[in-house]
């Protein structure tokens, strides 16, 4: 933690209230009290004294003790008399001069800011606050069972405990306890530790209230991410089974996601790139592009393999034929985020984790999708029959065939609605069969089971009931050669591991092997000389047999027995996981199987259909590139100028403040009783959770130089899960109703997530300050008349009002007086002085010295304060200075070395972009004079930076794109026909932003280039194949349409997948999603039009370009 500021409550003071009038009268200097004070409270050290062999520290200790104690120092003395304190004035025990209140709901409070290190976690920072505050939870669940125990009853037996435990030590010499002082010391240091924490110790009446923490929503942002990122990538996998009807294909693809993920952690600790929103936010964004290439290589893979070619030559000409379109999308895509690592401003800070993490990722699934799937596919694709054919081959995944069959749906006469009655008469068969194979799985993994225990419980009492022969192994079949012929018998797999390793090892068939055993360990030995046999002989050989007869029988029957246990229990597993799976089948299949069979047909008649569709194109090429040319520019001169602009969507956090402004110089008790109307009118609001009120100000370093006492705060904490909408509800009710407060000003701020400036700050510069602040007025009434804009306000507001002492110094030479001693005895009469202070309990406690409240309530006691205390003739302040009521100046602000006023204003049903332009059309109607103008800055400002910058990594990202595309397919045509997909996307994109009413941002620019990369991958696949099937001599437009029937699927496939994989950050659900859904709406939509129209306009353009035959 970096500081903790206490705000609000009352903090003690000691007050010496001085009469005036007698001080006056008796000539008393309100210096020289102060004095008198200071020298009369003494804790002085006085050096050391030796005396004989021992050493004194001298030490002044005469500190006043009491409050009476101050009340009886002399001060003065009158002829014969002393004059008490107490004889000029009052001394009370009473509280510093408040500037600051702070409530929560209506009640008095006070306020503690814990404020953190600028590189330390808030999420570790605020959990450990959390600890100190209300404890953990198993202290938490200890004092609740204390509660509990005293409510039983119990609770005075805890006394007891916890004073023996720390009653005086025994005067024992030894000093010994005995059990059970040890026992209550033990329990009494355990409650000690158990309670330390400051809700346990706080007095009772008092409660800690959390009033703000950002952790909180941080942590729900990240599991919101997670969610997302989750629920993505299972609706990519669900995806790939609705394509691939294949469960083991799907899940060879779907491994990809957790693989490529895990492998993401290393080089993100490498580069200290922490899990947080936009790191977390890039993994979710990438989910759906991780298994992109896994499906082009398995797909390829699968296709070579029904082509007839062996297990081998599949794998190695599948993965060649689209490995180098692999890596080079792989590397399109990567390319793209580099740039944005290196942007400037707002968004390279926001965003630069989140780039780095999918590069991560892209990179991790090209790993996976080149090595990891051909492996695995080489394996589960053999037709040999292994296990993985045996399931994909199983009655129980061919289900769909079978309703197939018996509702003669595979049957091409008759229609759809001719075929339903059928299809329901099915129903009750499919359900019939999933109970039947569901109760046939149980009994037998139920009589495995039985099996396996049986054996085991023989095992365990063959020892026993039998004793060892070394006829016994050779004549019965031993459990493990049995488990490996009912593993082959049963298909689950080959049991090796028993038959090599446990007879060479741990185990040996009989007692008669042992004596072989023994002699061939002999022999070993006894090619030394002979004198050296019989030593070792007659040394080791009770070794041998020791080891050879207990130590490896008692591991090998150890071995045994573990190894029959672990069996058992992994059949337990099995037993349950197939049970859920059928289960799960018996429910989901009677519903997916009609959704399975209307996607194959509507896919199947996009299959037959699409070739002819690419046929008509390529004989209509300039009709369909005129076609997505007009698109293009209908929704770019038509459609991108109804688009606003913004830097960064509002973040809604359930939490807004009501900055509250009265006229300067109202008295910060005058603000706290308006202020509970505002409260009242707050806690009327249903949707209202808590209130949190700071009136005034603390006068710290931290502190506007706009605040003070006529101003106020009152946060506003709304229920969680409360939404945007509700939000912007409840702040459009609550500046109705306090309108009508008589010069109250009402600014609503946000808490800041991003240390971002206020959305429109408008600077008005000039020399002169009296014009200065004319025109700021005249700008800020300008653009309170615009719609879209509220809270406008000017920097240049009126000053504090002053009462200004001007003295006059002839007069000051007259009397002999100094001005600044003047001055400085008017300050320490009214403000007063702090003249020393008072100790008690470890506590300093201020003592002030000034006149009391009647002596200075107003101006008229101002002018008869006496400024002359030691002469004999009063002479009062009036009669050397003249007195006027005045306004202070206002703040100041220097910008470039330039004086100017700042007129800010927050945006409410508008964009930041539309509002700038109004503000900038309305200001330009102001005559300003020479040497006055005025700028537009803001988050406008730091919004014209970030563009500037991604406009730059946007033309960066397509230029490395084409670089990337141009090495790989070693011409500049080809790349260039591939970017055409580039502008196809912003055909959807724009479309969409104008759809759902989203305003550019800074975060749709960097979907945007995001989008540069991934949007050319399915054309780099596409004109990757035909350039292939050209080399093998096939004619342009015959290659054009097989590649295009060929690449329909993958393409598809990898669409769907990235696209649904985004879909849950798209749809906007939890908190931090506004940051979020700008970006997937842009990649989703880009990708949707660019996919087909790329499956049109590419082939086309190709054809057109590429001039070969």
């Known amino acids: ?68 104690e101050i009340a009886e120092l ?245 993965t060649g034929e689209v490995g ?84 003669l749906l595979d049957d091409e006469e008759g229609s759809l609605i001719a075929k339903l009655p059928r299809i329901l008469l099915t129903l009750p068969y499919l359900i019939y069969e999933i109970i039947l194979r569901l109760l046939l799985a ?104 020791v080891y050879l007869g207990t130590v490896r029988f008692v591991l090998a029957t150890a071995f045994r027995l573990v190894g029959i246990v672990l069996h058992v ?46 046929g008509w194109a390529l004989r209509q090429r300039l009709v369909v590139i005129g076609g997505a040319l007009a698109a293009l520019v ?100 609550l500046r109705i109703e306090v309108r009508d407060i008589p010069e109250m000003e009402v600014e609503v701020s946000h808490p800041a997530l991003f240390s971002f400036k206020t959305p429109i700050e408008v600077e008005v510069r000039g020399y002169d300050l009296r014009r200065l602040r004319q025109l700021s007025l005249e700008a800020e009434t300008r653009m309170a008349g615009l719609p879209g804009l509220v809270d406008v306000k000017s920097s240049l507001q009126a000053g504090n009002p002053e009462l200004q002492i001007s003295y006059k110094r002839d007069r000051l030479a007259a009397y002999g007086l100094s001005l600044r001693n003047v001055a400085e005895l008017v300050r320490h009469k009214v403000q007063g002085k702090v003249a020393t202070d008072f100790r008690q309990d470890e506590r300093q406690i201020d003592v002030l010295v000034r006149l009391r409240e009647e002596d200075r309530l107003g101006l008229d006691e101002l002018r008869r304060l006496v400024i002359n205390p030691n002469a004999p003739v009063p002479i009062p302040l009036s009669a050397v200075a003249e007195i006027r009521v005045n306004e202070g100046p206002s703040e100041i602000r220097r910008i470039d070395q330039q004086r100017a006023a700042l007129v800010t204003a927050n945006i409410q049903g508008t964009d930041l972009g539309t509002a700038s332009a109004l503000i900038h059309d309305e200001l330009g109607r102001i005559d300003f004079p020479a040497g006055f103008d005025f700028l537009i800055s803001g988050q406008n400002e730091e919004m014209k930076t970030s563009l500037q910058s991604l406009y730059f990594a946007l033309a960066l990202a397509i230029f490395l794109v084409y670089v990337v595309m141009a090495s790989q397919f070693e011409s500049m045509v080809h790349p260039f026909i591939i970017m055409f997909t580039v502008p196809l996307a912003l055909i959807g994109v724009i479309a969409a932003l104008y759809v759902a009413q989203v305003p550019l941002s800074v975060v749709v620019f960097i979907g945007l280039i995001m989008l540069a990369g991934i949007v050319v991958n399915n054309a780099i696949v596409l004109v990757d194949y035909i350039n292939t099937l050209r080399r093998t001599g096939m004619a342009k437009a015959e290659a054009i349409v097989q590649a295009g029937a060929v690449r329909l699927r993958p393409i598809t496939m990898t669409t769907a997948t990235t696209v649904l994989g985004l879909l849950p950050m798209a749809l906007g659900l939890g908190e931090g999603a506004e940051i979020r859904t700008p970006m997937a709406l842009t990649v989703i939509a880009g990708l949707i039009s660019s996919t087909f129209l790329t499956l049109v306009v590419i082939p086309t353009v190709y054809s057109l370009v590429d001039r070969r035959p």
């Not at 984790?353 to 790993?367: E, H, N, Q, R, Y």
């Not at 051909?374 to 065939?401: I, N, T, V």
């Not at 110089?665 to 009118?681: F, N, Q, S, Y």
């Not at 949707?687 to 006492?709: F, K």
């Open 1 to 68: 933690m970096a500081a903790v500021k206490v705000k609000g409550g009352l903090e003690e003071e000691i007050h010496v209230a001085l009469n005036e009038r007698q001080i006056s009268v008796m000539g008393l200097d309100i210096e020289q009290i102060n004095q008198r004070l200071a020298a009369n409270n003494v804790n002085m050290p006085g050096g050391n004294l030796r005396e004989g062999q021992v050493e004194y520290l001298i030490r002044t200790l005469n500190e006043f003790a009491t409050v009476e």
């Open 74 to 318: 002399i001060v003065a003395r009158q002829g014969d008399a002393d004059v008490y304190l107490r004889d000029i004035g009052e001394v009370v025990r009473s509280h510093k001069d408040r500037e600051i209140v702070t409530r929560v709901n209506g009640r008095e409070s006070v306020e503690i800011e814990i404020y953190k290190e600028a590189d330390a976690n808030i999420v570790a920072v605020a959990e450990r606050v959390r600890g100190a505050l209300y404890g953990l939870p198993q202290q938490q669940a200890y004092v609740e069972g204390l509660k509990r125990a005293e409510q039983e009853g119990a609770g005075e037996e805890q006394r007891e405990v916890e004073e023996d435990g720390w009653g005086e030590e025994s005067e024992d010499e030894n000093n010994d306890l005995n059990a059970e002082k040890q026992a209550a010391a033990r329990k009494a240091i355990e409650h000690l530790q158990m309670t330390d924490f400051i809700s346990h110790r706080l007095p009772a009446g008092t409660a800690l209230e959390l009033l703000s923490d950002q952790s909180g929503f941080i942590e729900n942002s990240i599991a919101e991410v997670q969610t997302s990122a989750l629920i993505g990538g299972a609706m990519a996998v669900l995806v790939l089974l609705v394509f691939l009807r294949n469960a083991v294909h799907t899940l060879i693809i779907g491994l990809t996601i957790p693989v490529s993920i895990v492998a993401t952690f290393a080089p993100m600790f490498i580069f200290d790139v922490s899990l947080n929103i936009m790191s977390l936010g890039g993994l979710a964004l990438g989910i759906g592009m991780l298994v992109d290439n896994s499906i082009v290589v398995l797909e390829s893979i699968f296709r070579c393999r029904e082509e007839g070619d062996d297990l081998v030559e599949a794998t190695v000409r599948g």
């Open 324 to 407: 180098t379109a692999v890596f080079a999308s792989t590397l399109t895509t990567i390319t793209v985020f580099f740039p944005i690592v290196f942007v400037e401003g707002v968004a390279g800070q926001i965003f630069g984790d989140m780039a780095l993490t999918v590069v991560f990722s892209l990179l991790a699934s090209l790993g996976v999708a080149l090595f990891f799937i051909p492996m695995l596919a080489s394996r589960q694709l053999d037709r040999s029959g292994g296990l993985a054919e045996q399931l994909g081959r199983s009655d129980f995944l061919k289900l769909q065939a079978l309703v197939r069959t018996r509702a």
């Open 442 to 545: 149980a009994v037998t993994l139920l009589a495995a089971v039985l099996k396996a225990v049986f054996i085991l419980v023989c095992q365990l009492l063959w020892w026993l009931i039998k004793p060892i022969d070394h006829f016994w192994v050779k004549r019965e079949r031993t459990f493990q050669q049995w488990l490996g012929s009912w593993a082959v018998e049963t298909r689950i797999g080959k049991w090796t591991f028993f038959e090599r390793v446990w007879p060479g090892i741990l185990g040996f068939e009989s007692p008669r092997n042992l004596g072989e055993t023994l002699l061939r360990y002999w022999r070993w030995i006894g090619h030394s000389k002979r004198l050296v046999w019989k030593i070792l002989k007659s040394l080791l050989f009770p070794l041998a047999v």
């Open 569 to 614: 229990a992994l059949m337990l597993i099995g037993l349950v996981l197939v049970t859920l799976l059928l289960l799960l089948a018996m429910v989901l299949v009677p519903l997916f199987l009609p959704l399975l069979f209307l996607f194959e047909k509507g896919f199947g008649l996009v299959q037959r259909g699409y070739p002819l569709l690419l």
């Open 634 to 733: 209908f929704c770019w001169h038509k459609l991108l100028p109804e688009l606003g602009t913004e830097l960064i969507p509002q973040v809604h956090q359930a939490e807004f403040n009501l900055d509250l402004s009265l006229p300067v110089g109202t008295p910060l008790e005058k603000t706290a009783e308006i202020v509970r109307r505002i409260e009242a009118i707050a806690e009327r609001q249903p949707e209202v959770e808590r209130l949190a009120t700071t009136v005034g100000t603390d006068g710290s370093a931290s502190s506007s130089a706009e605040e003070g006492e006529h101003t106020a705060q009152v946060t506003i904490r709304m229920p969680e899960g409360s939404t945007a909408a509700a939000e912007d509800a409840l702040i459009r009710r």
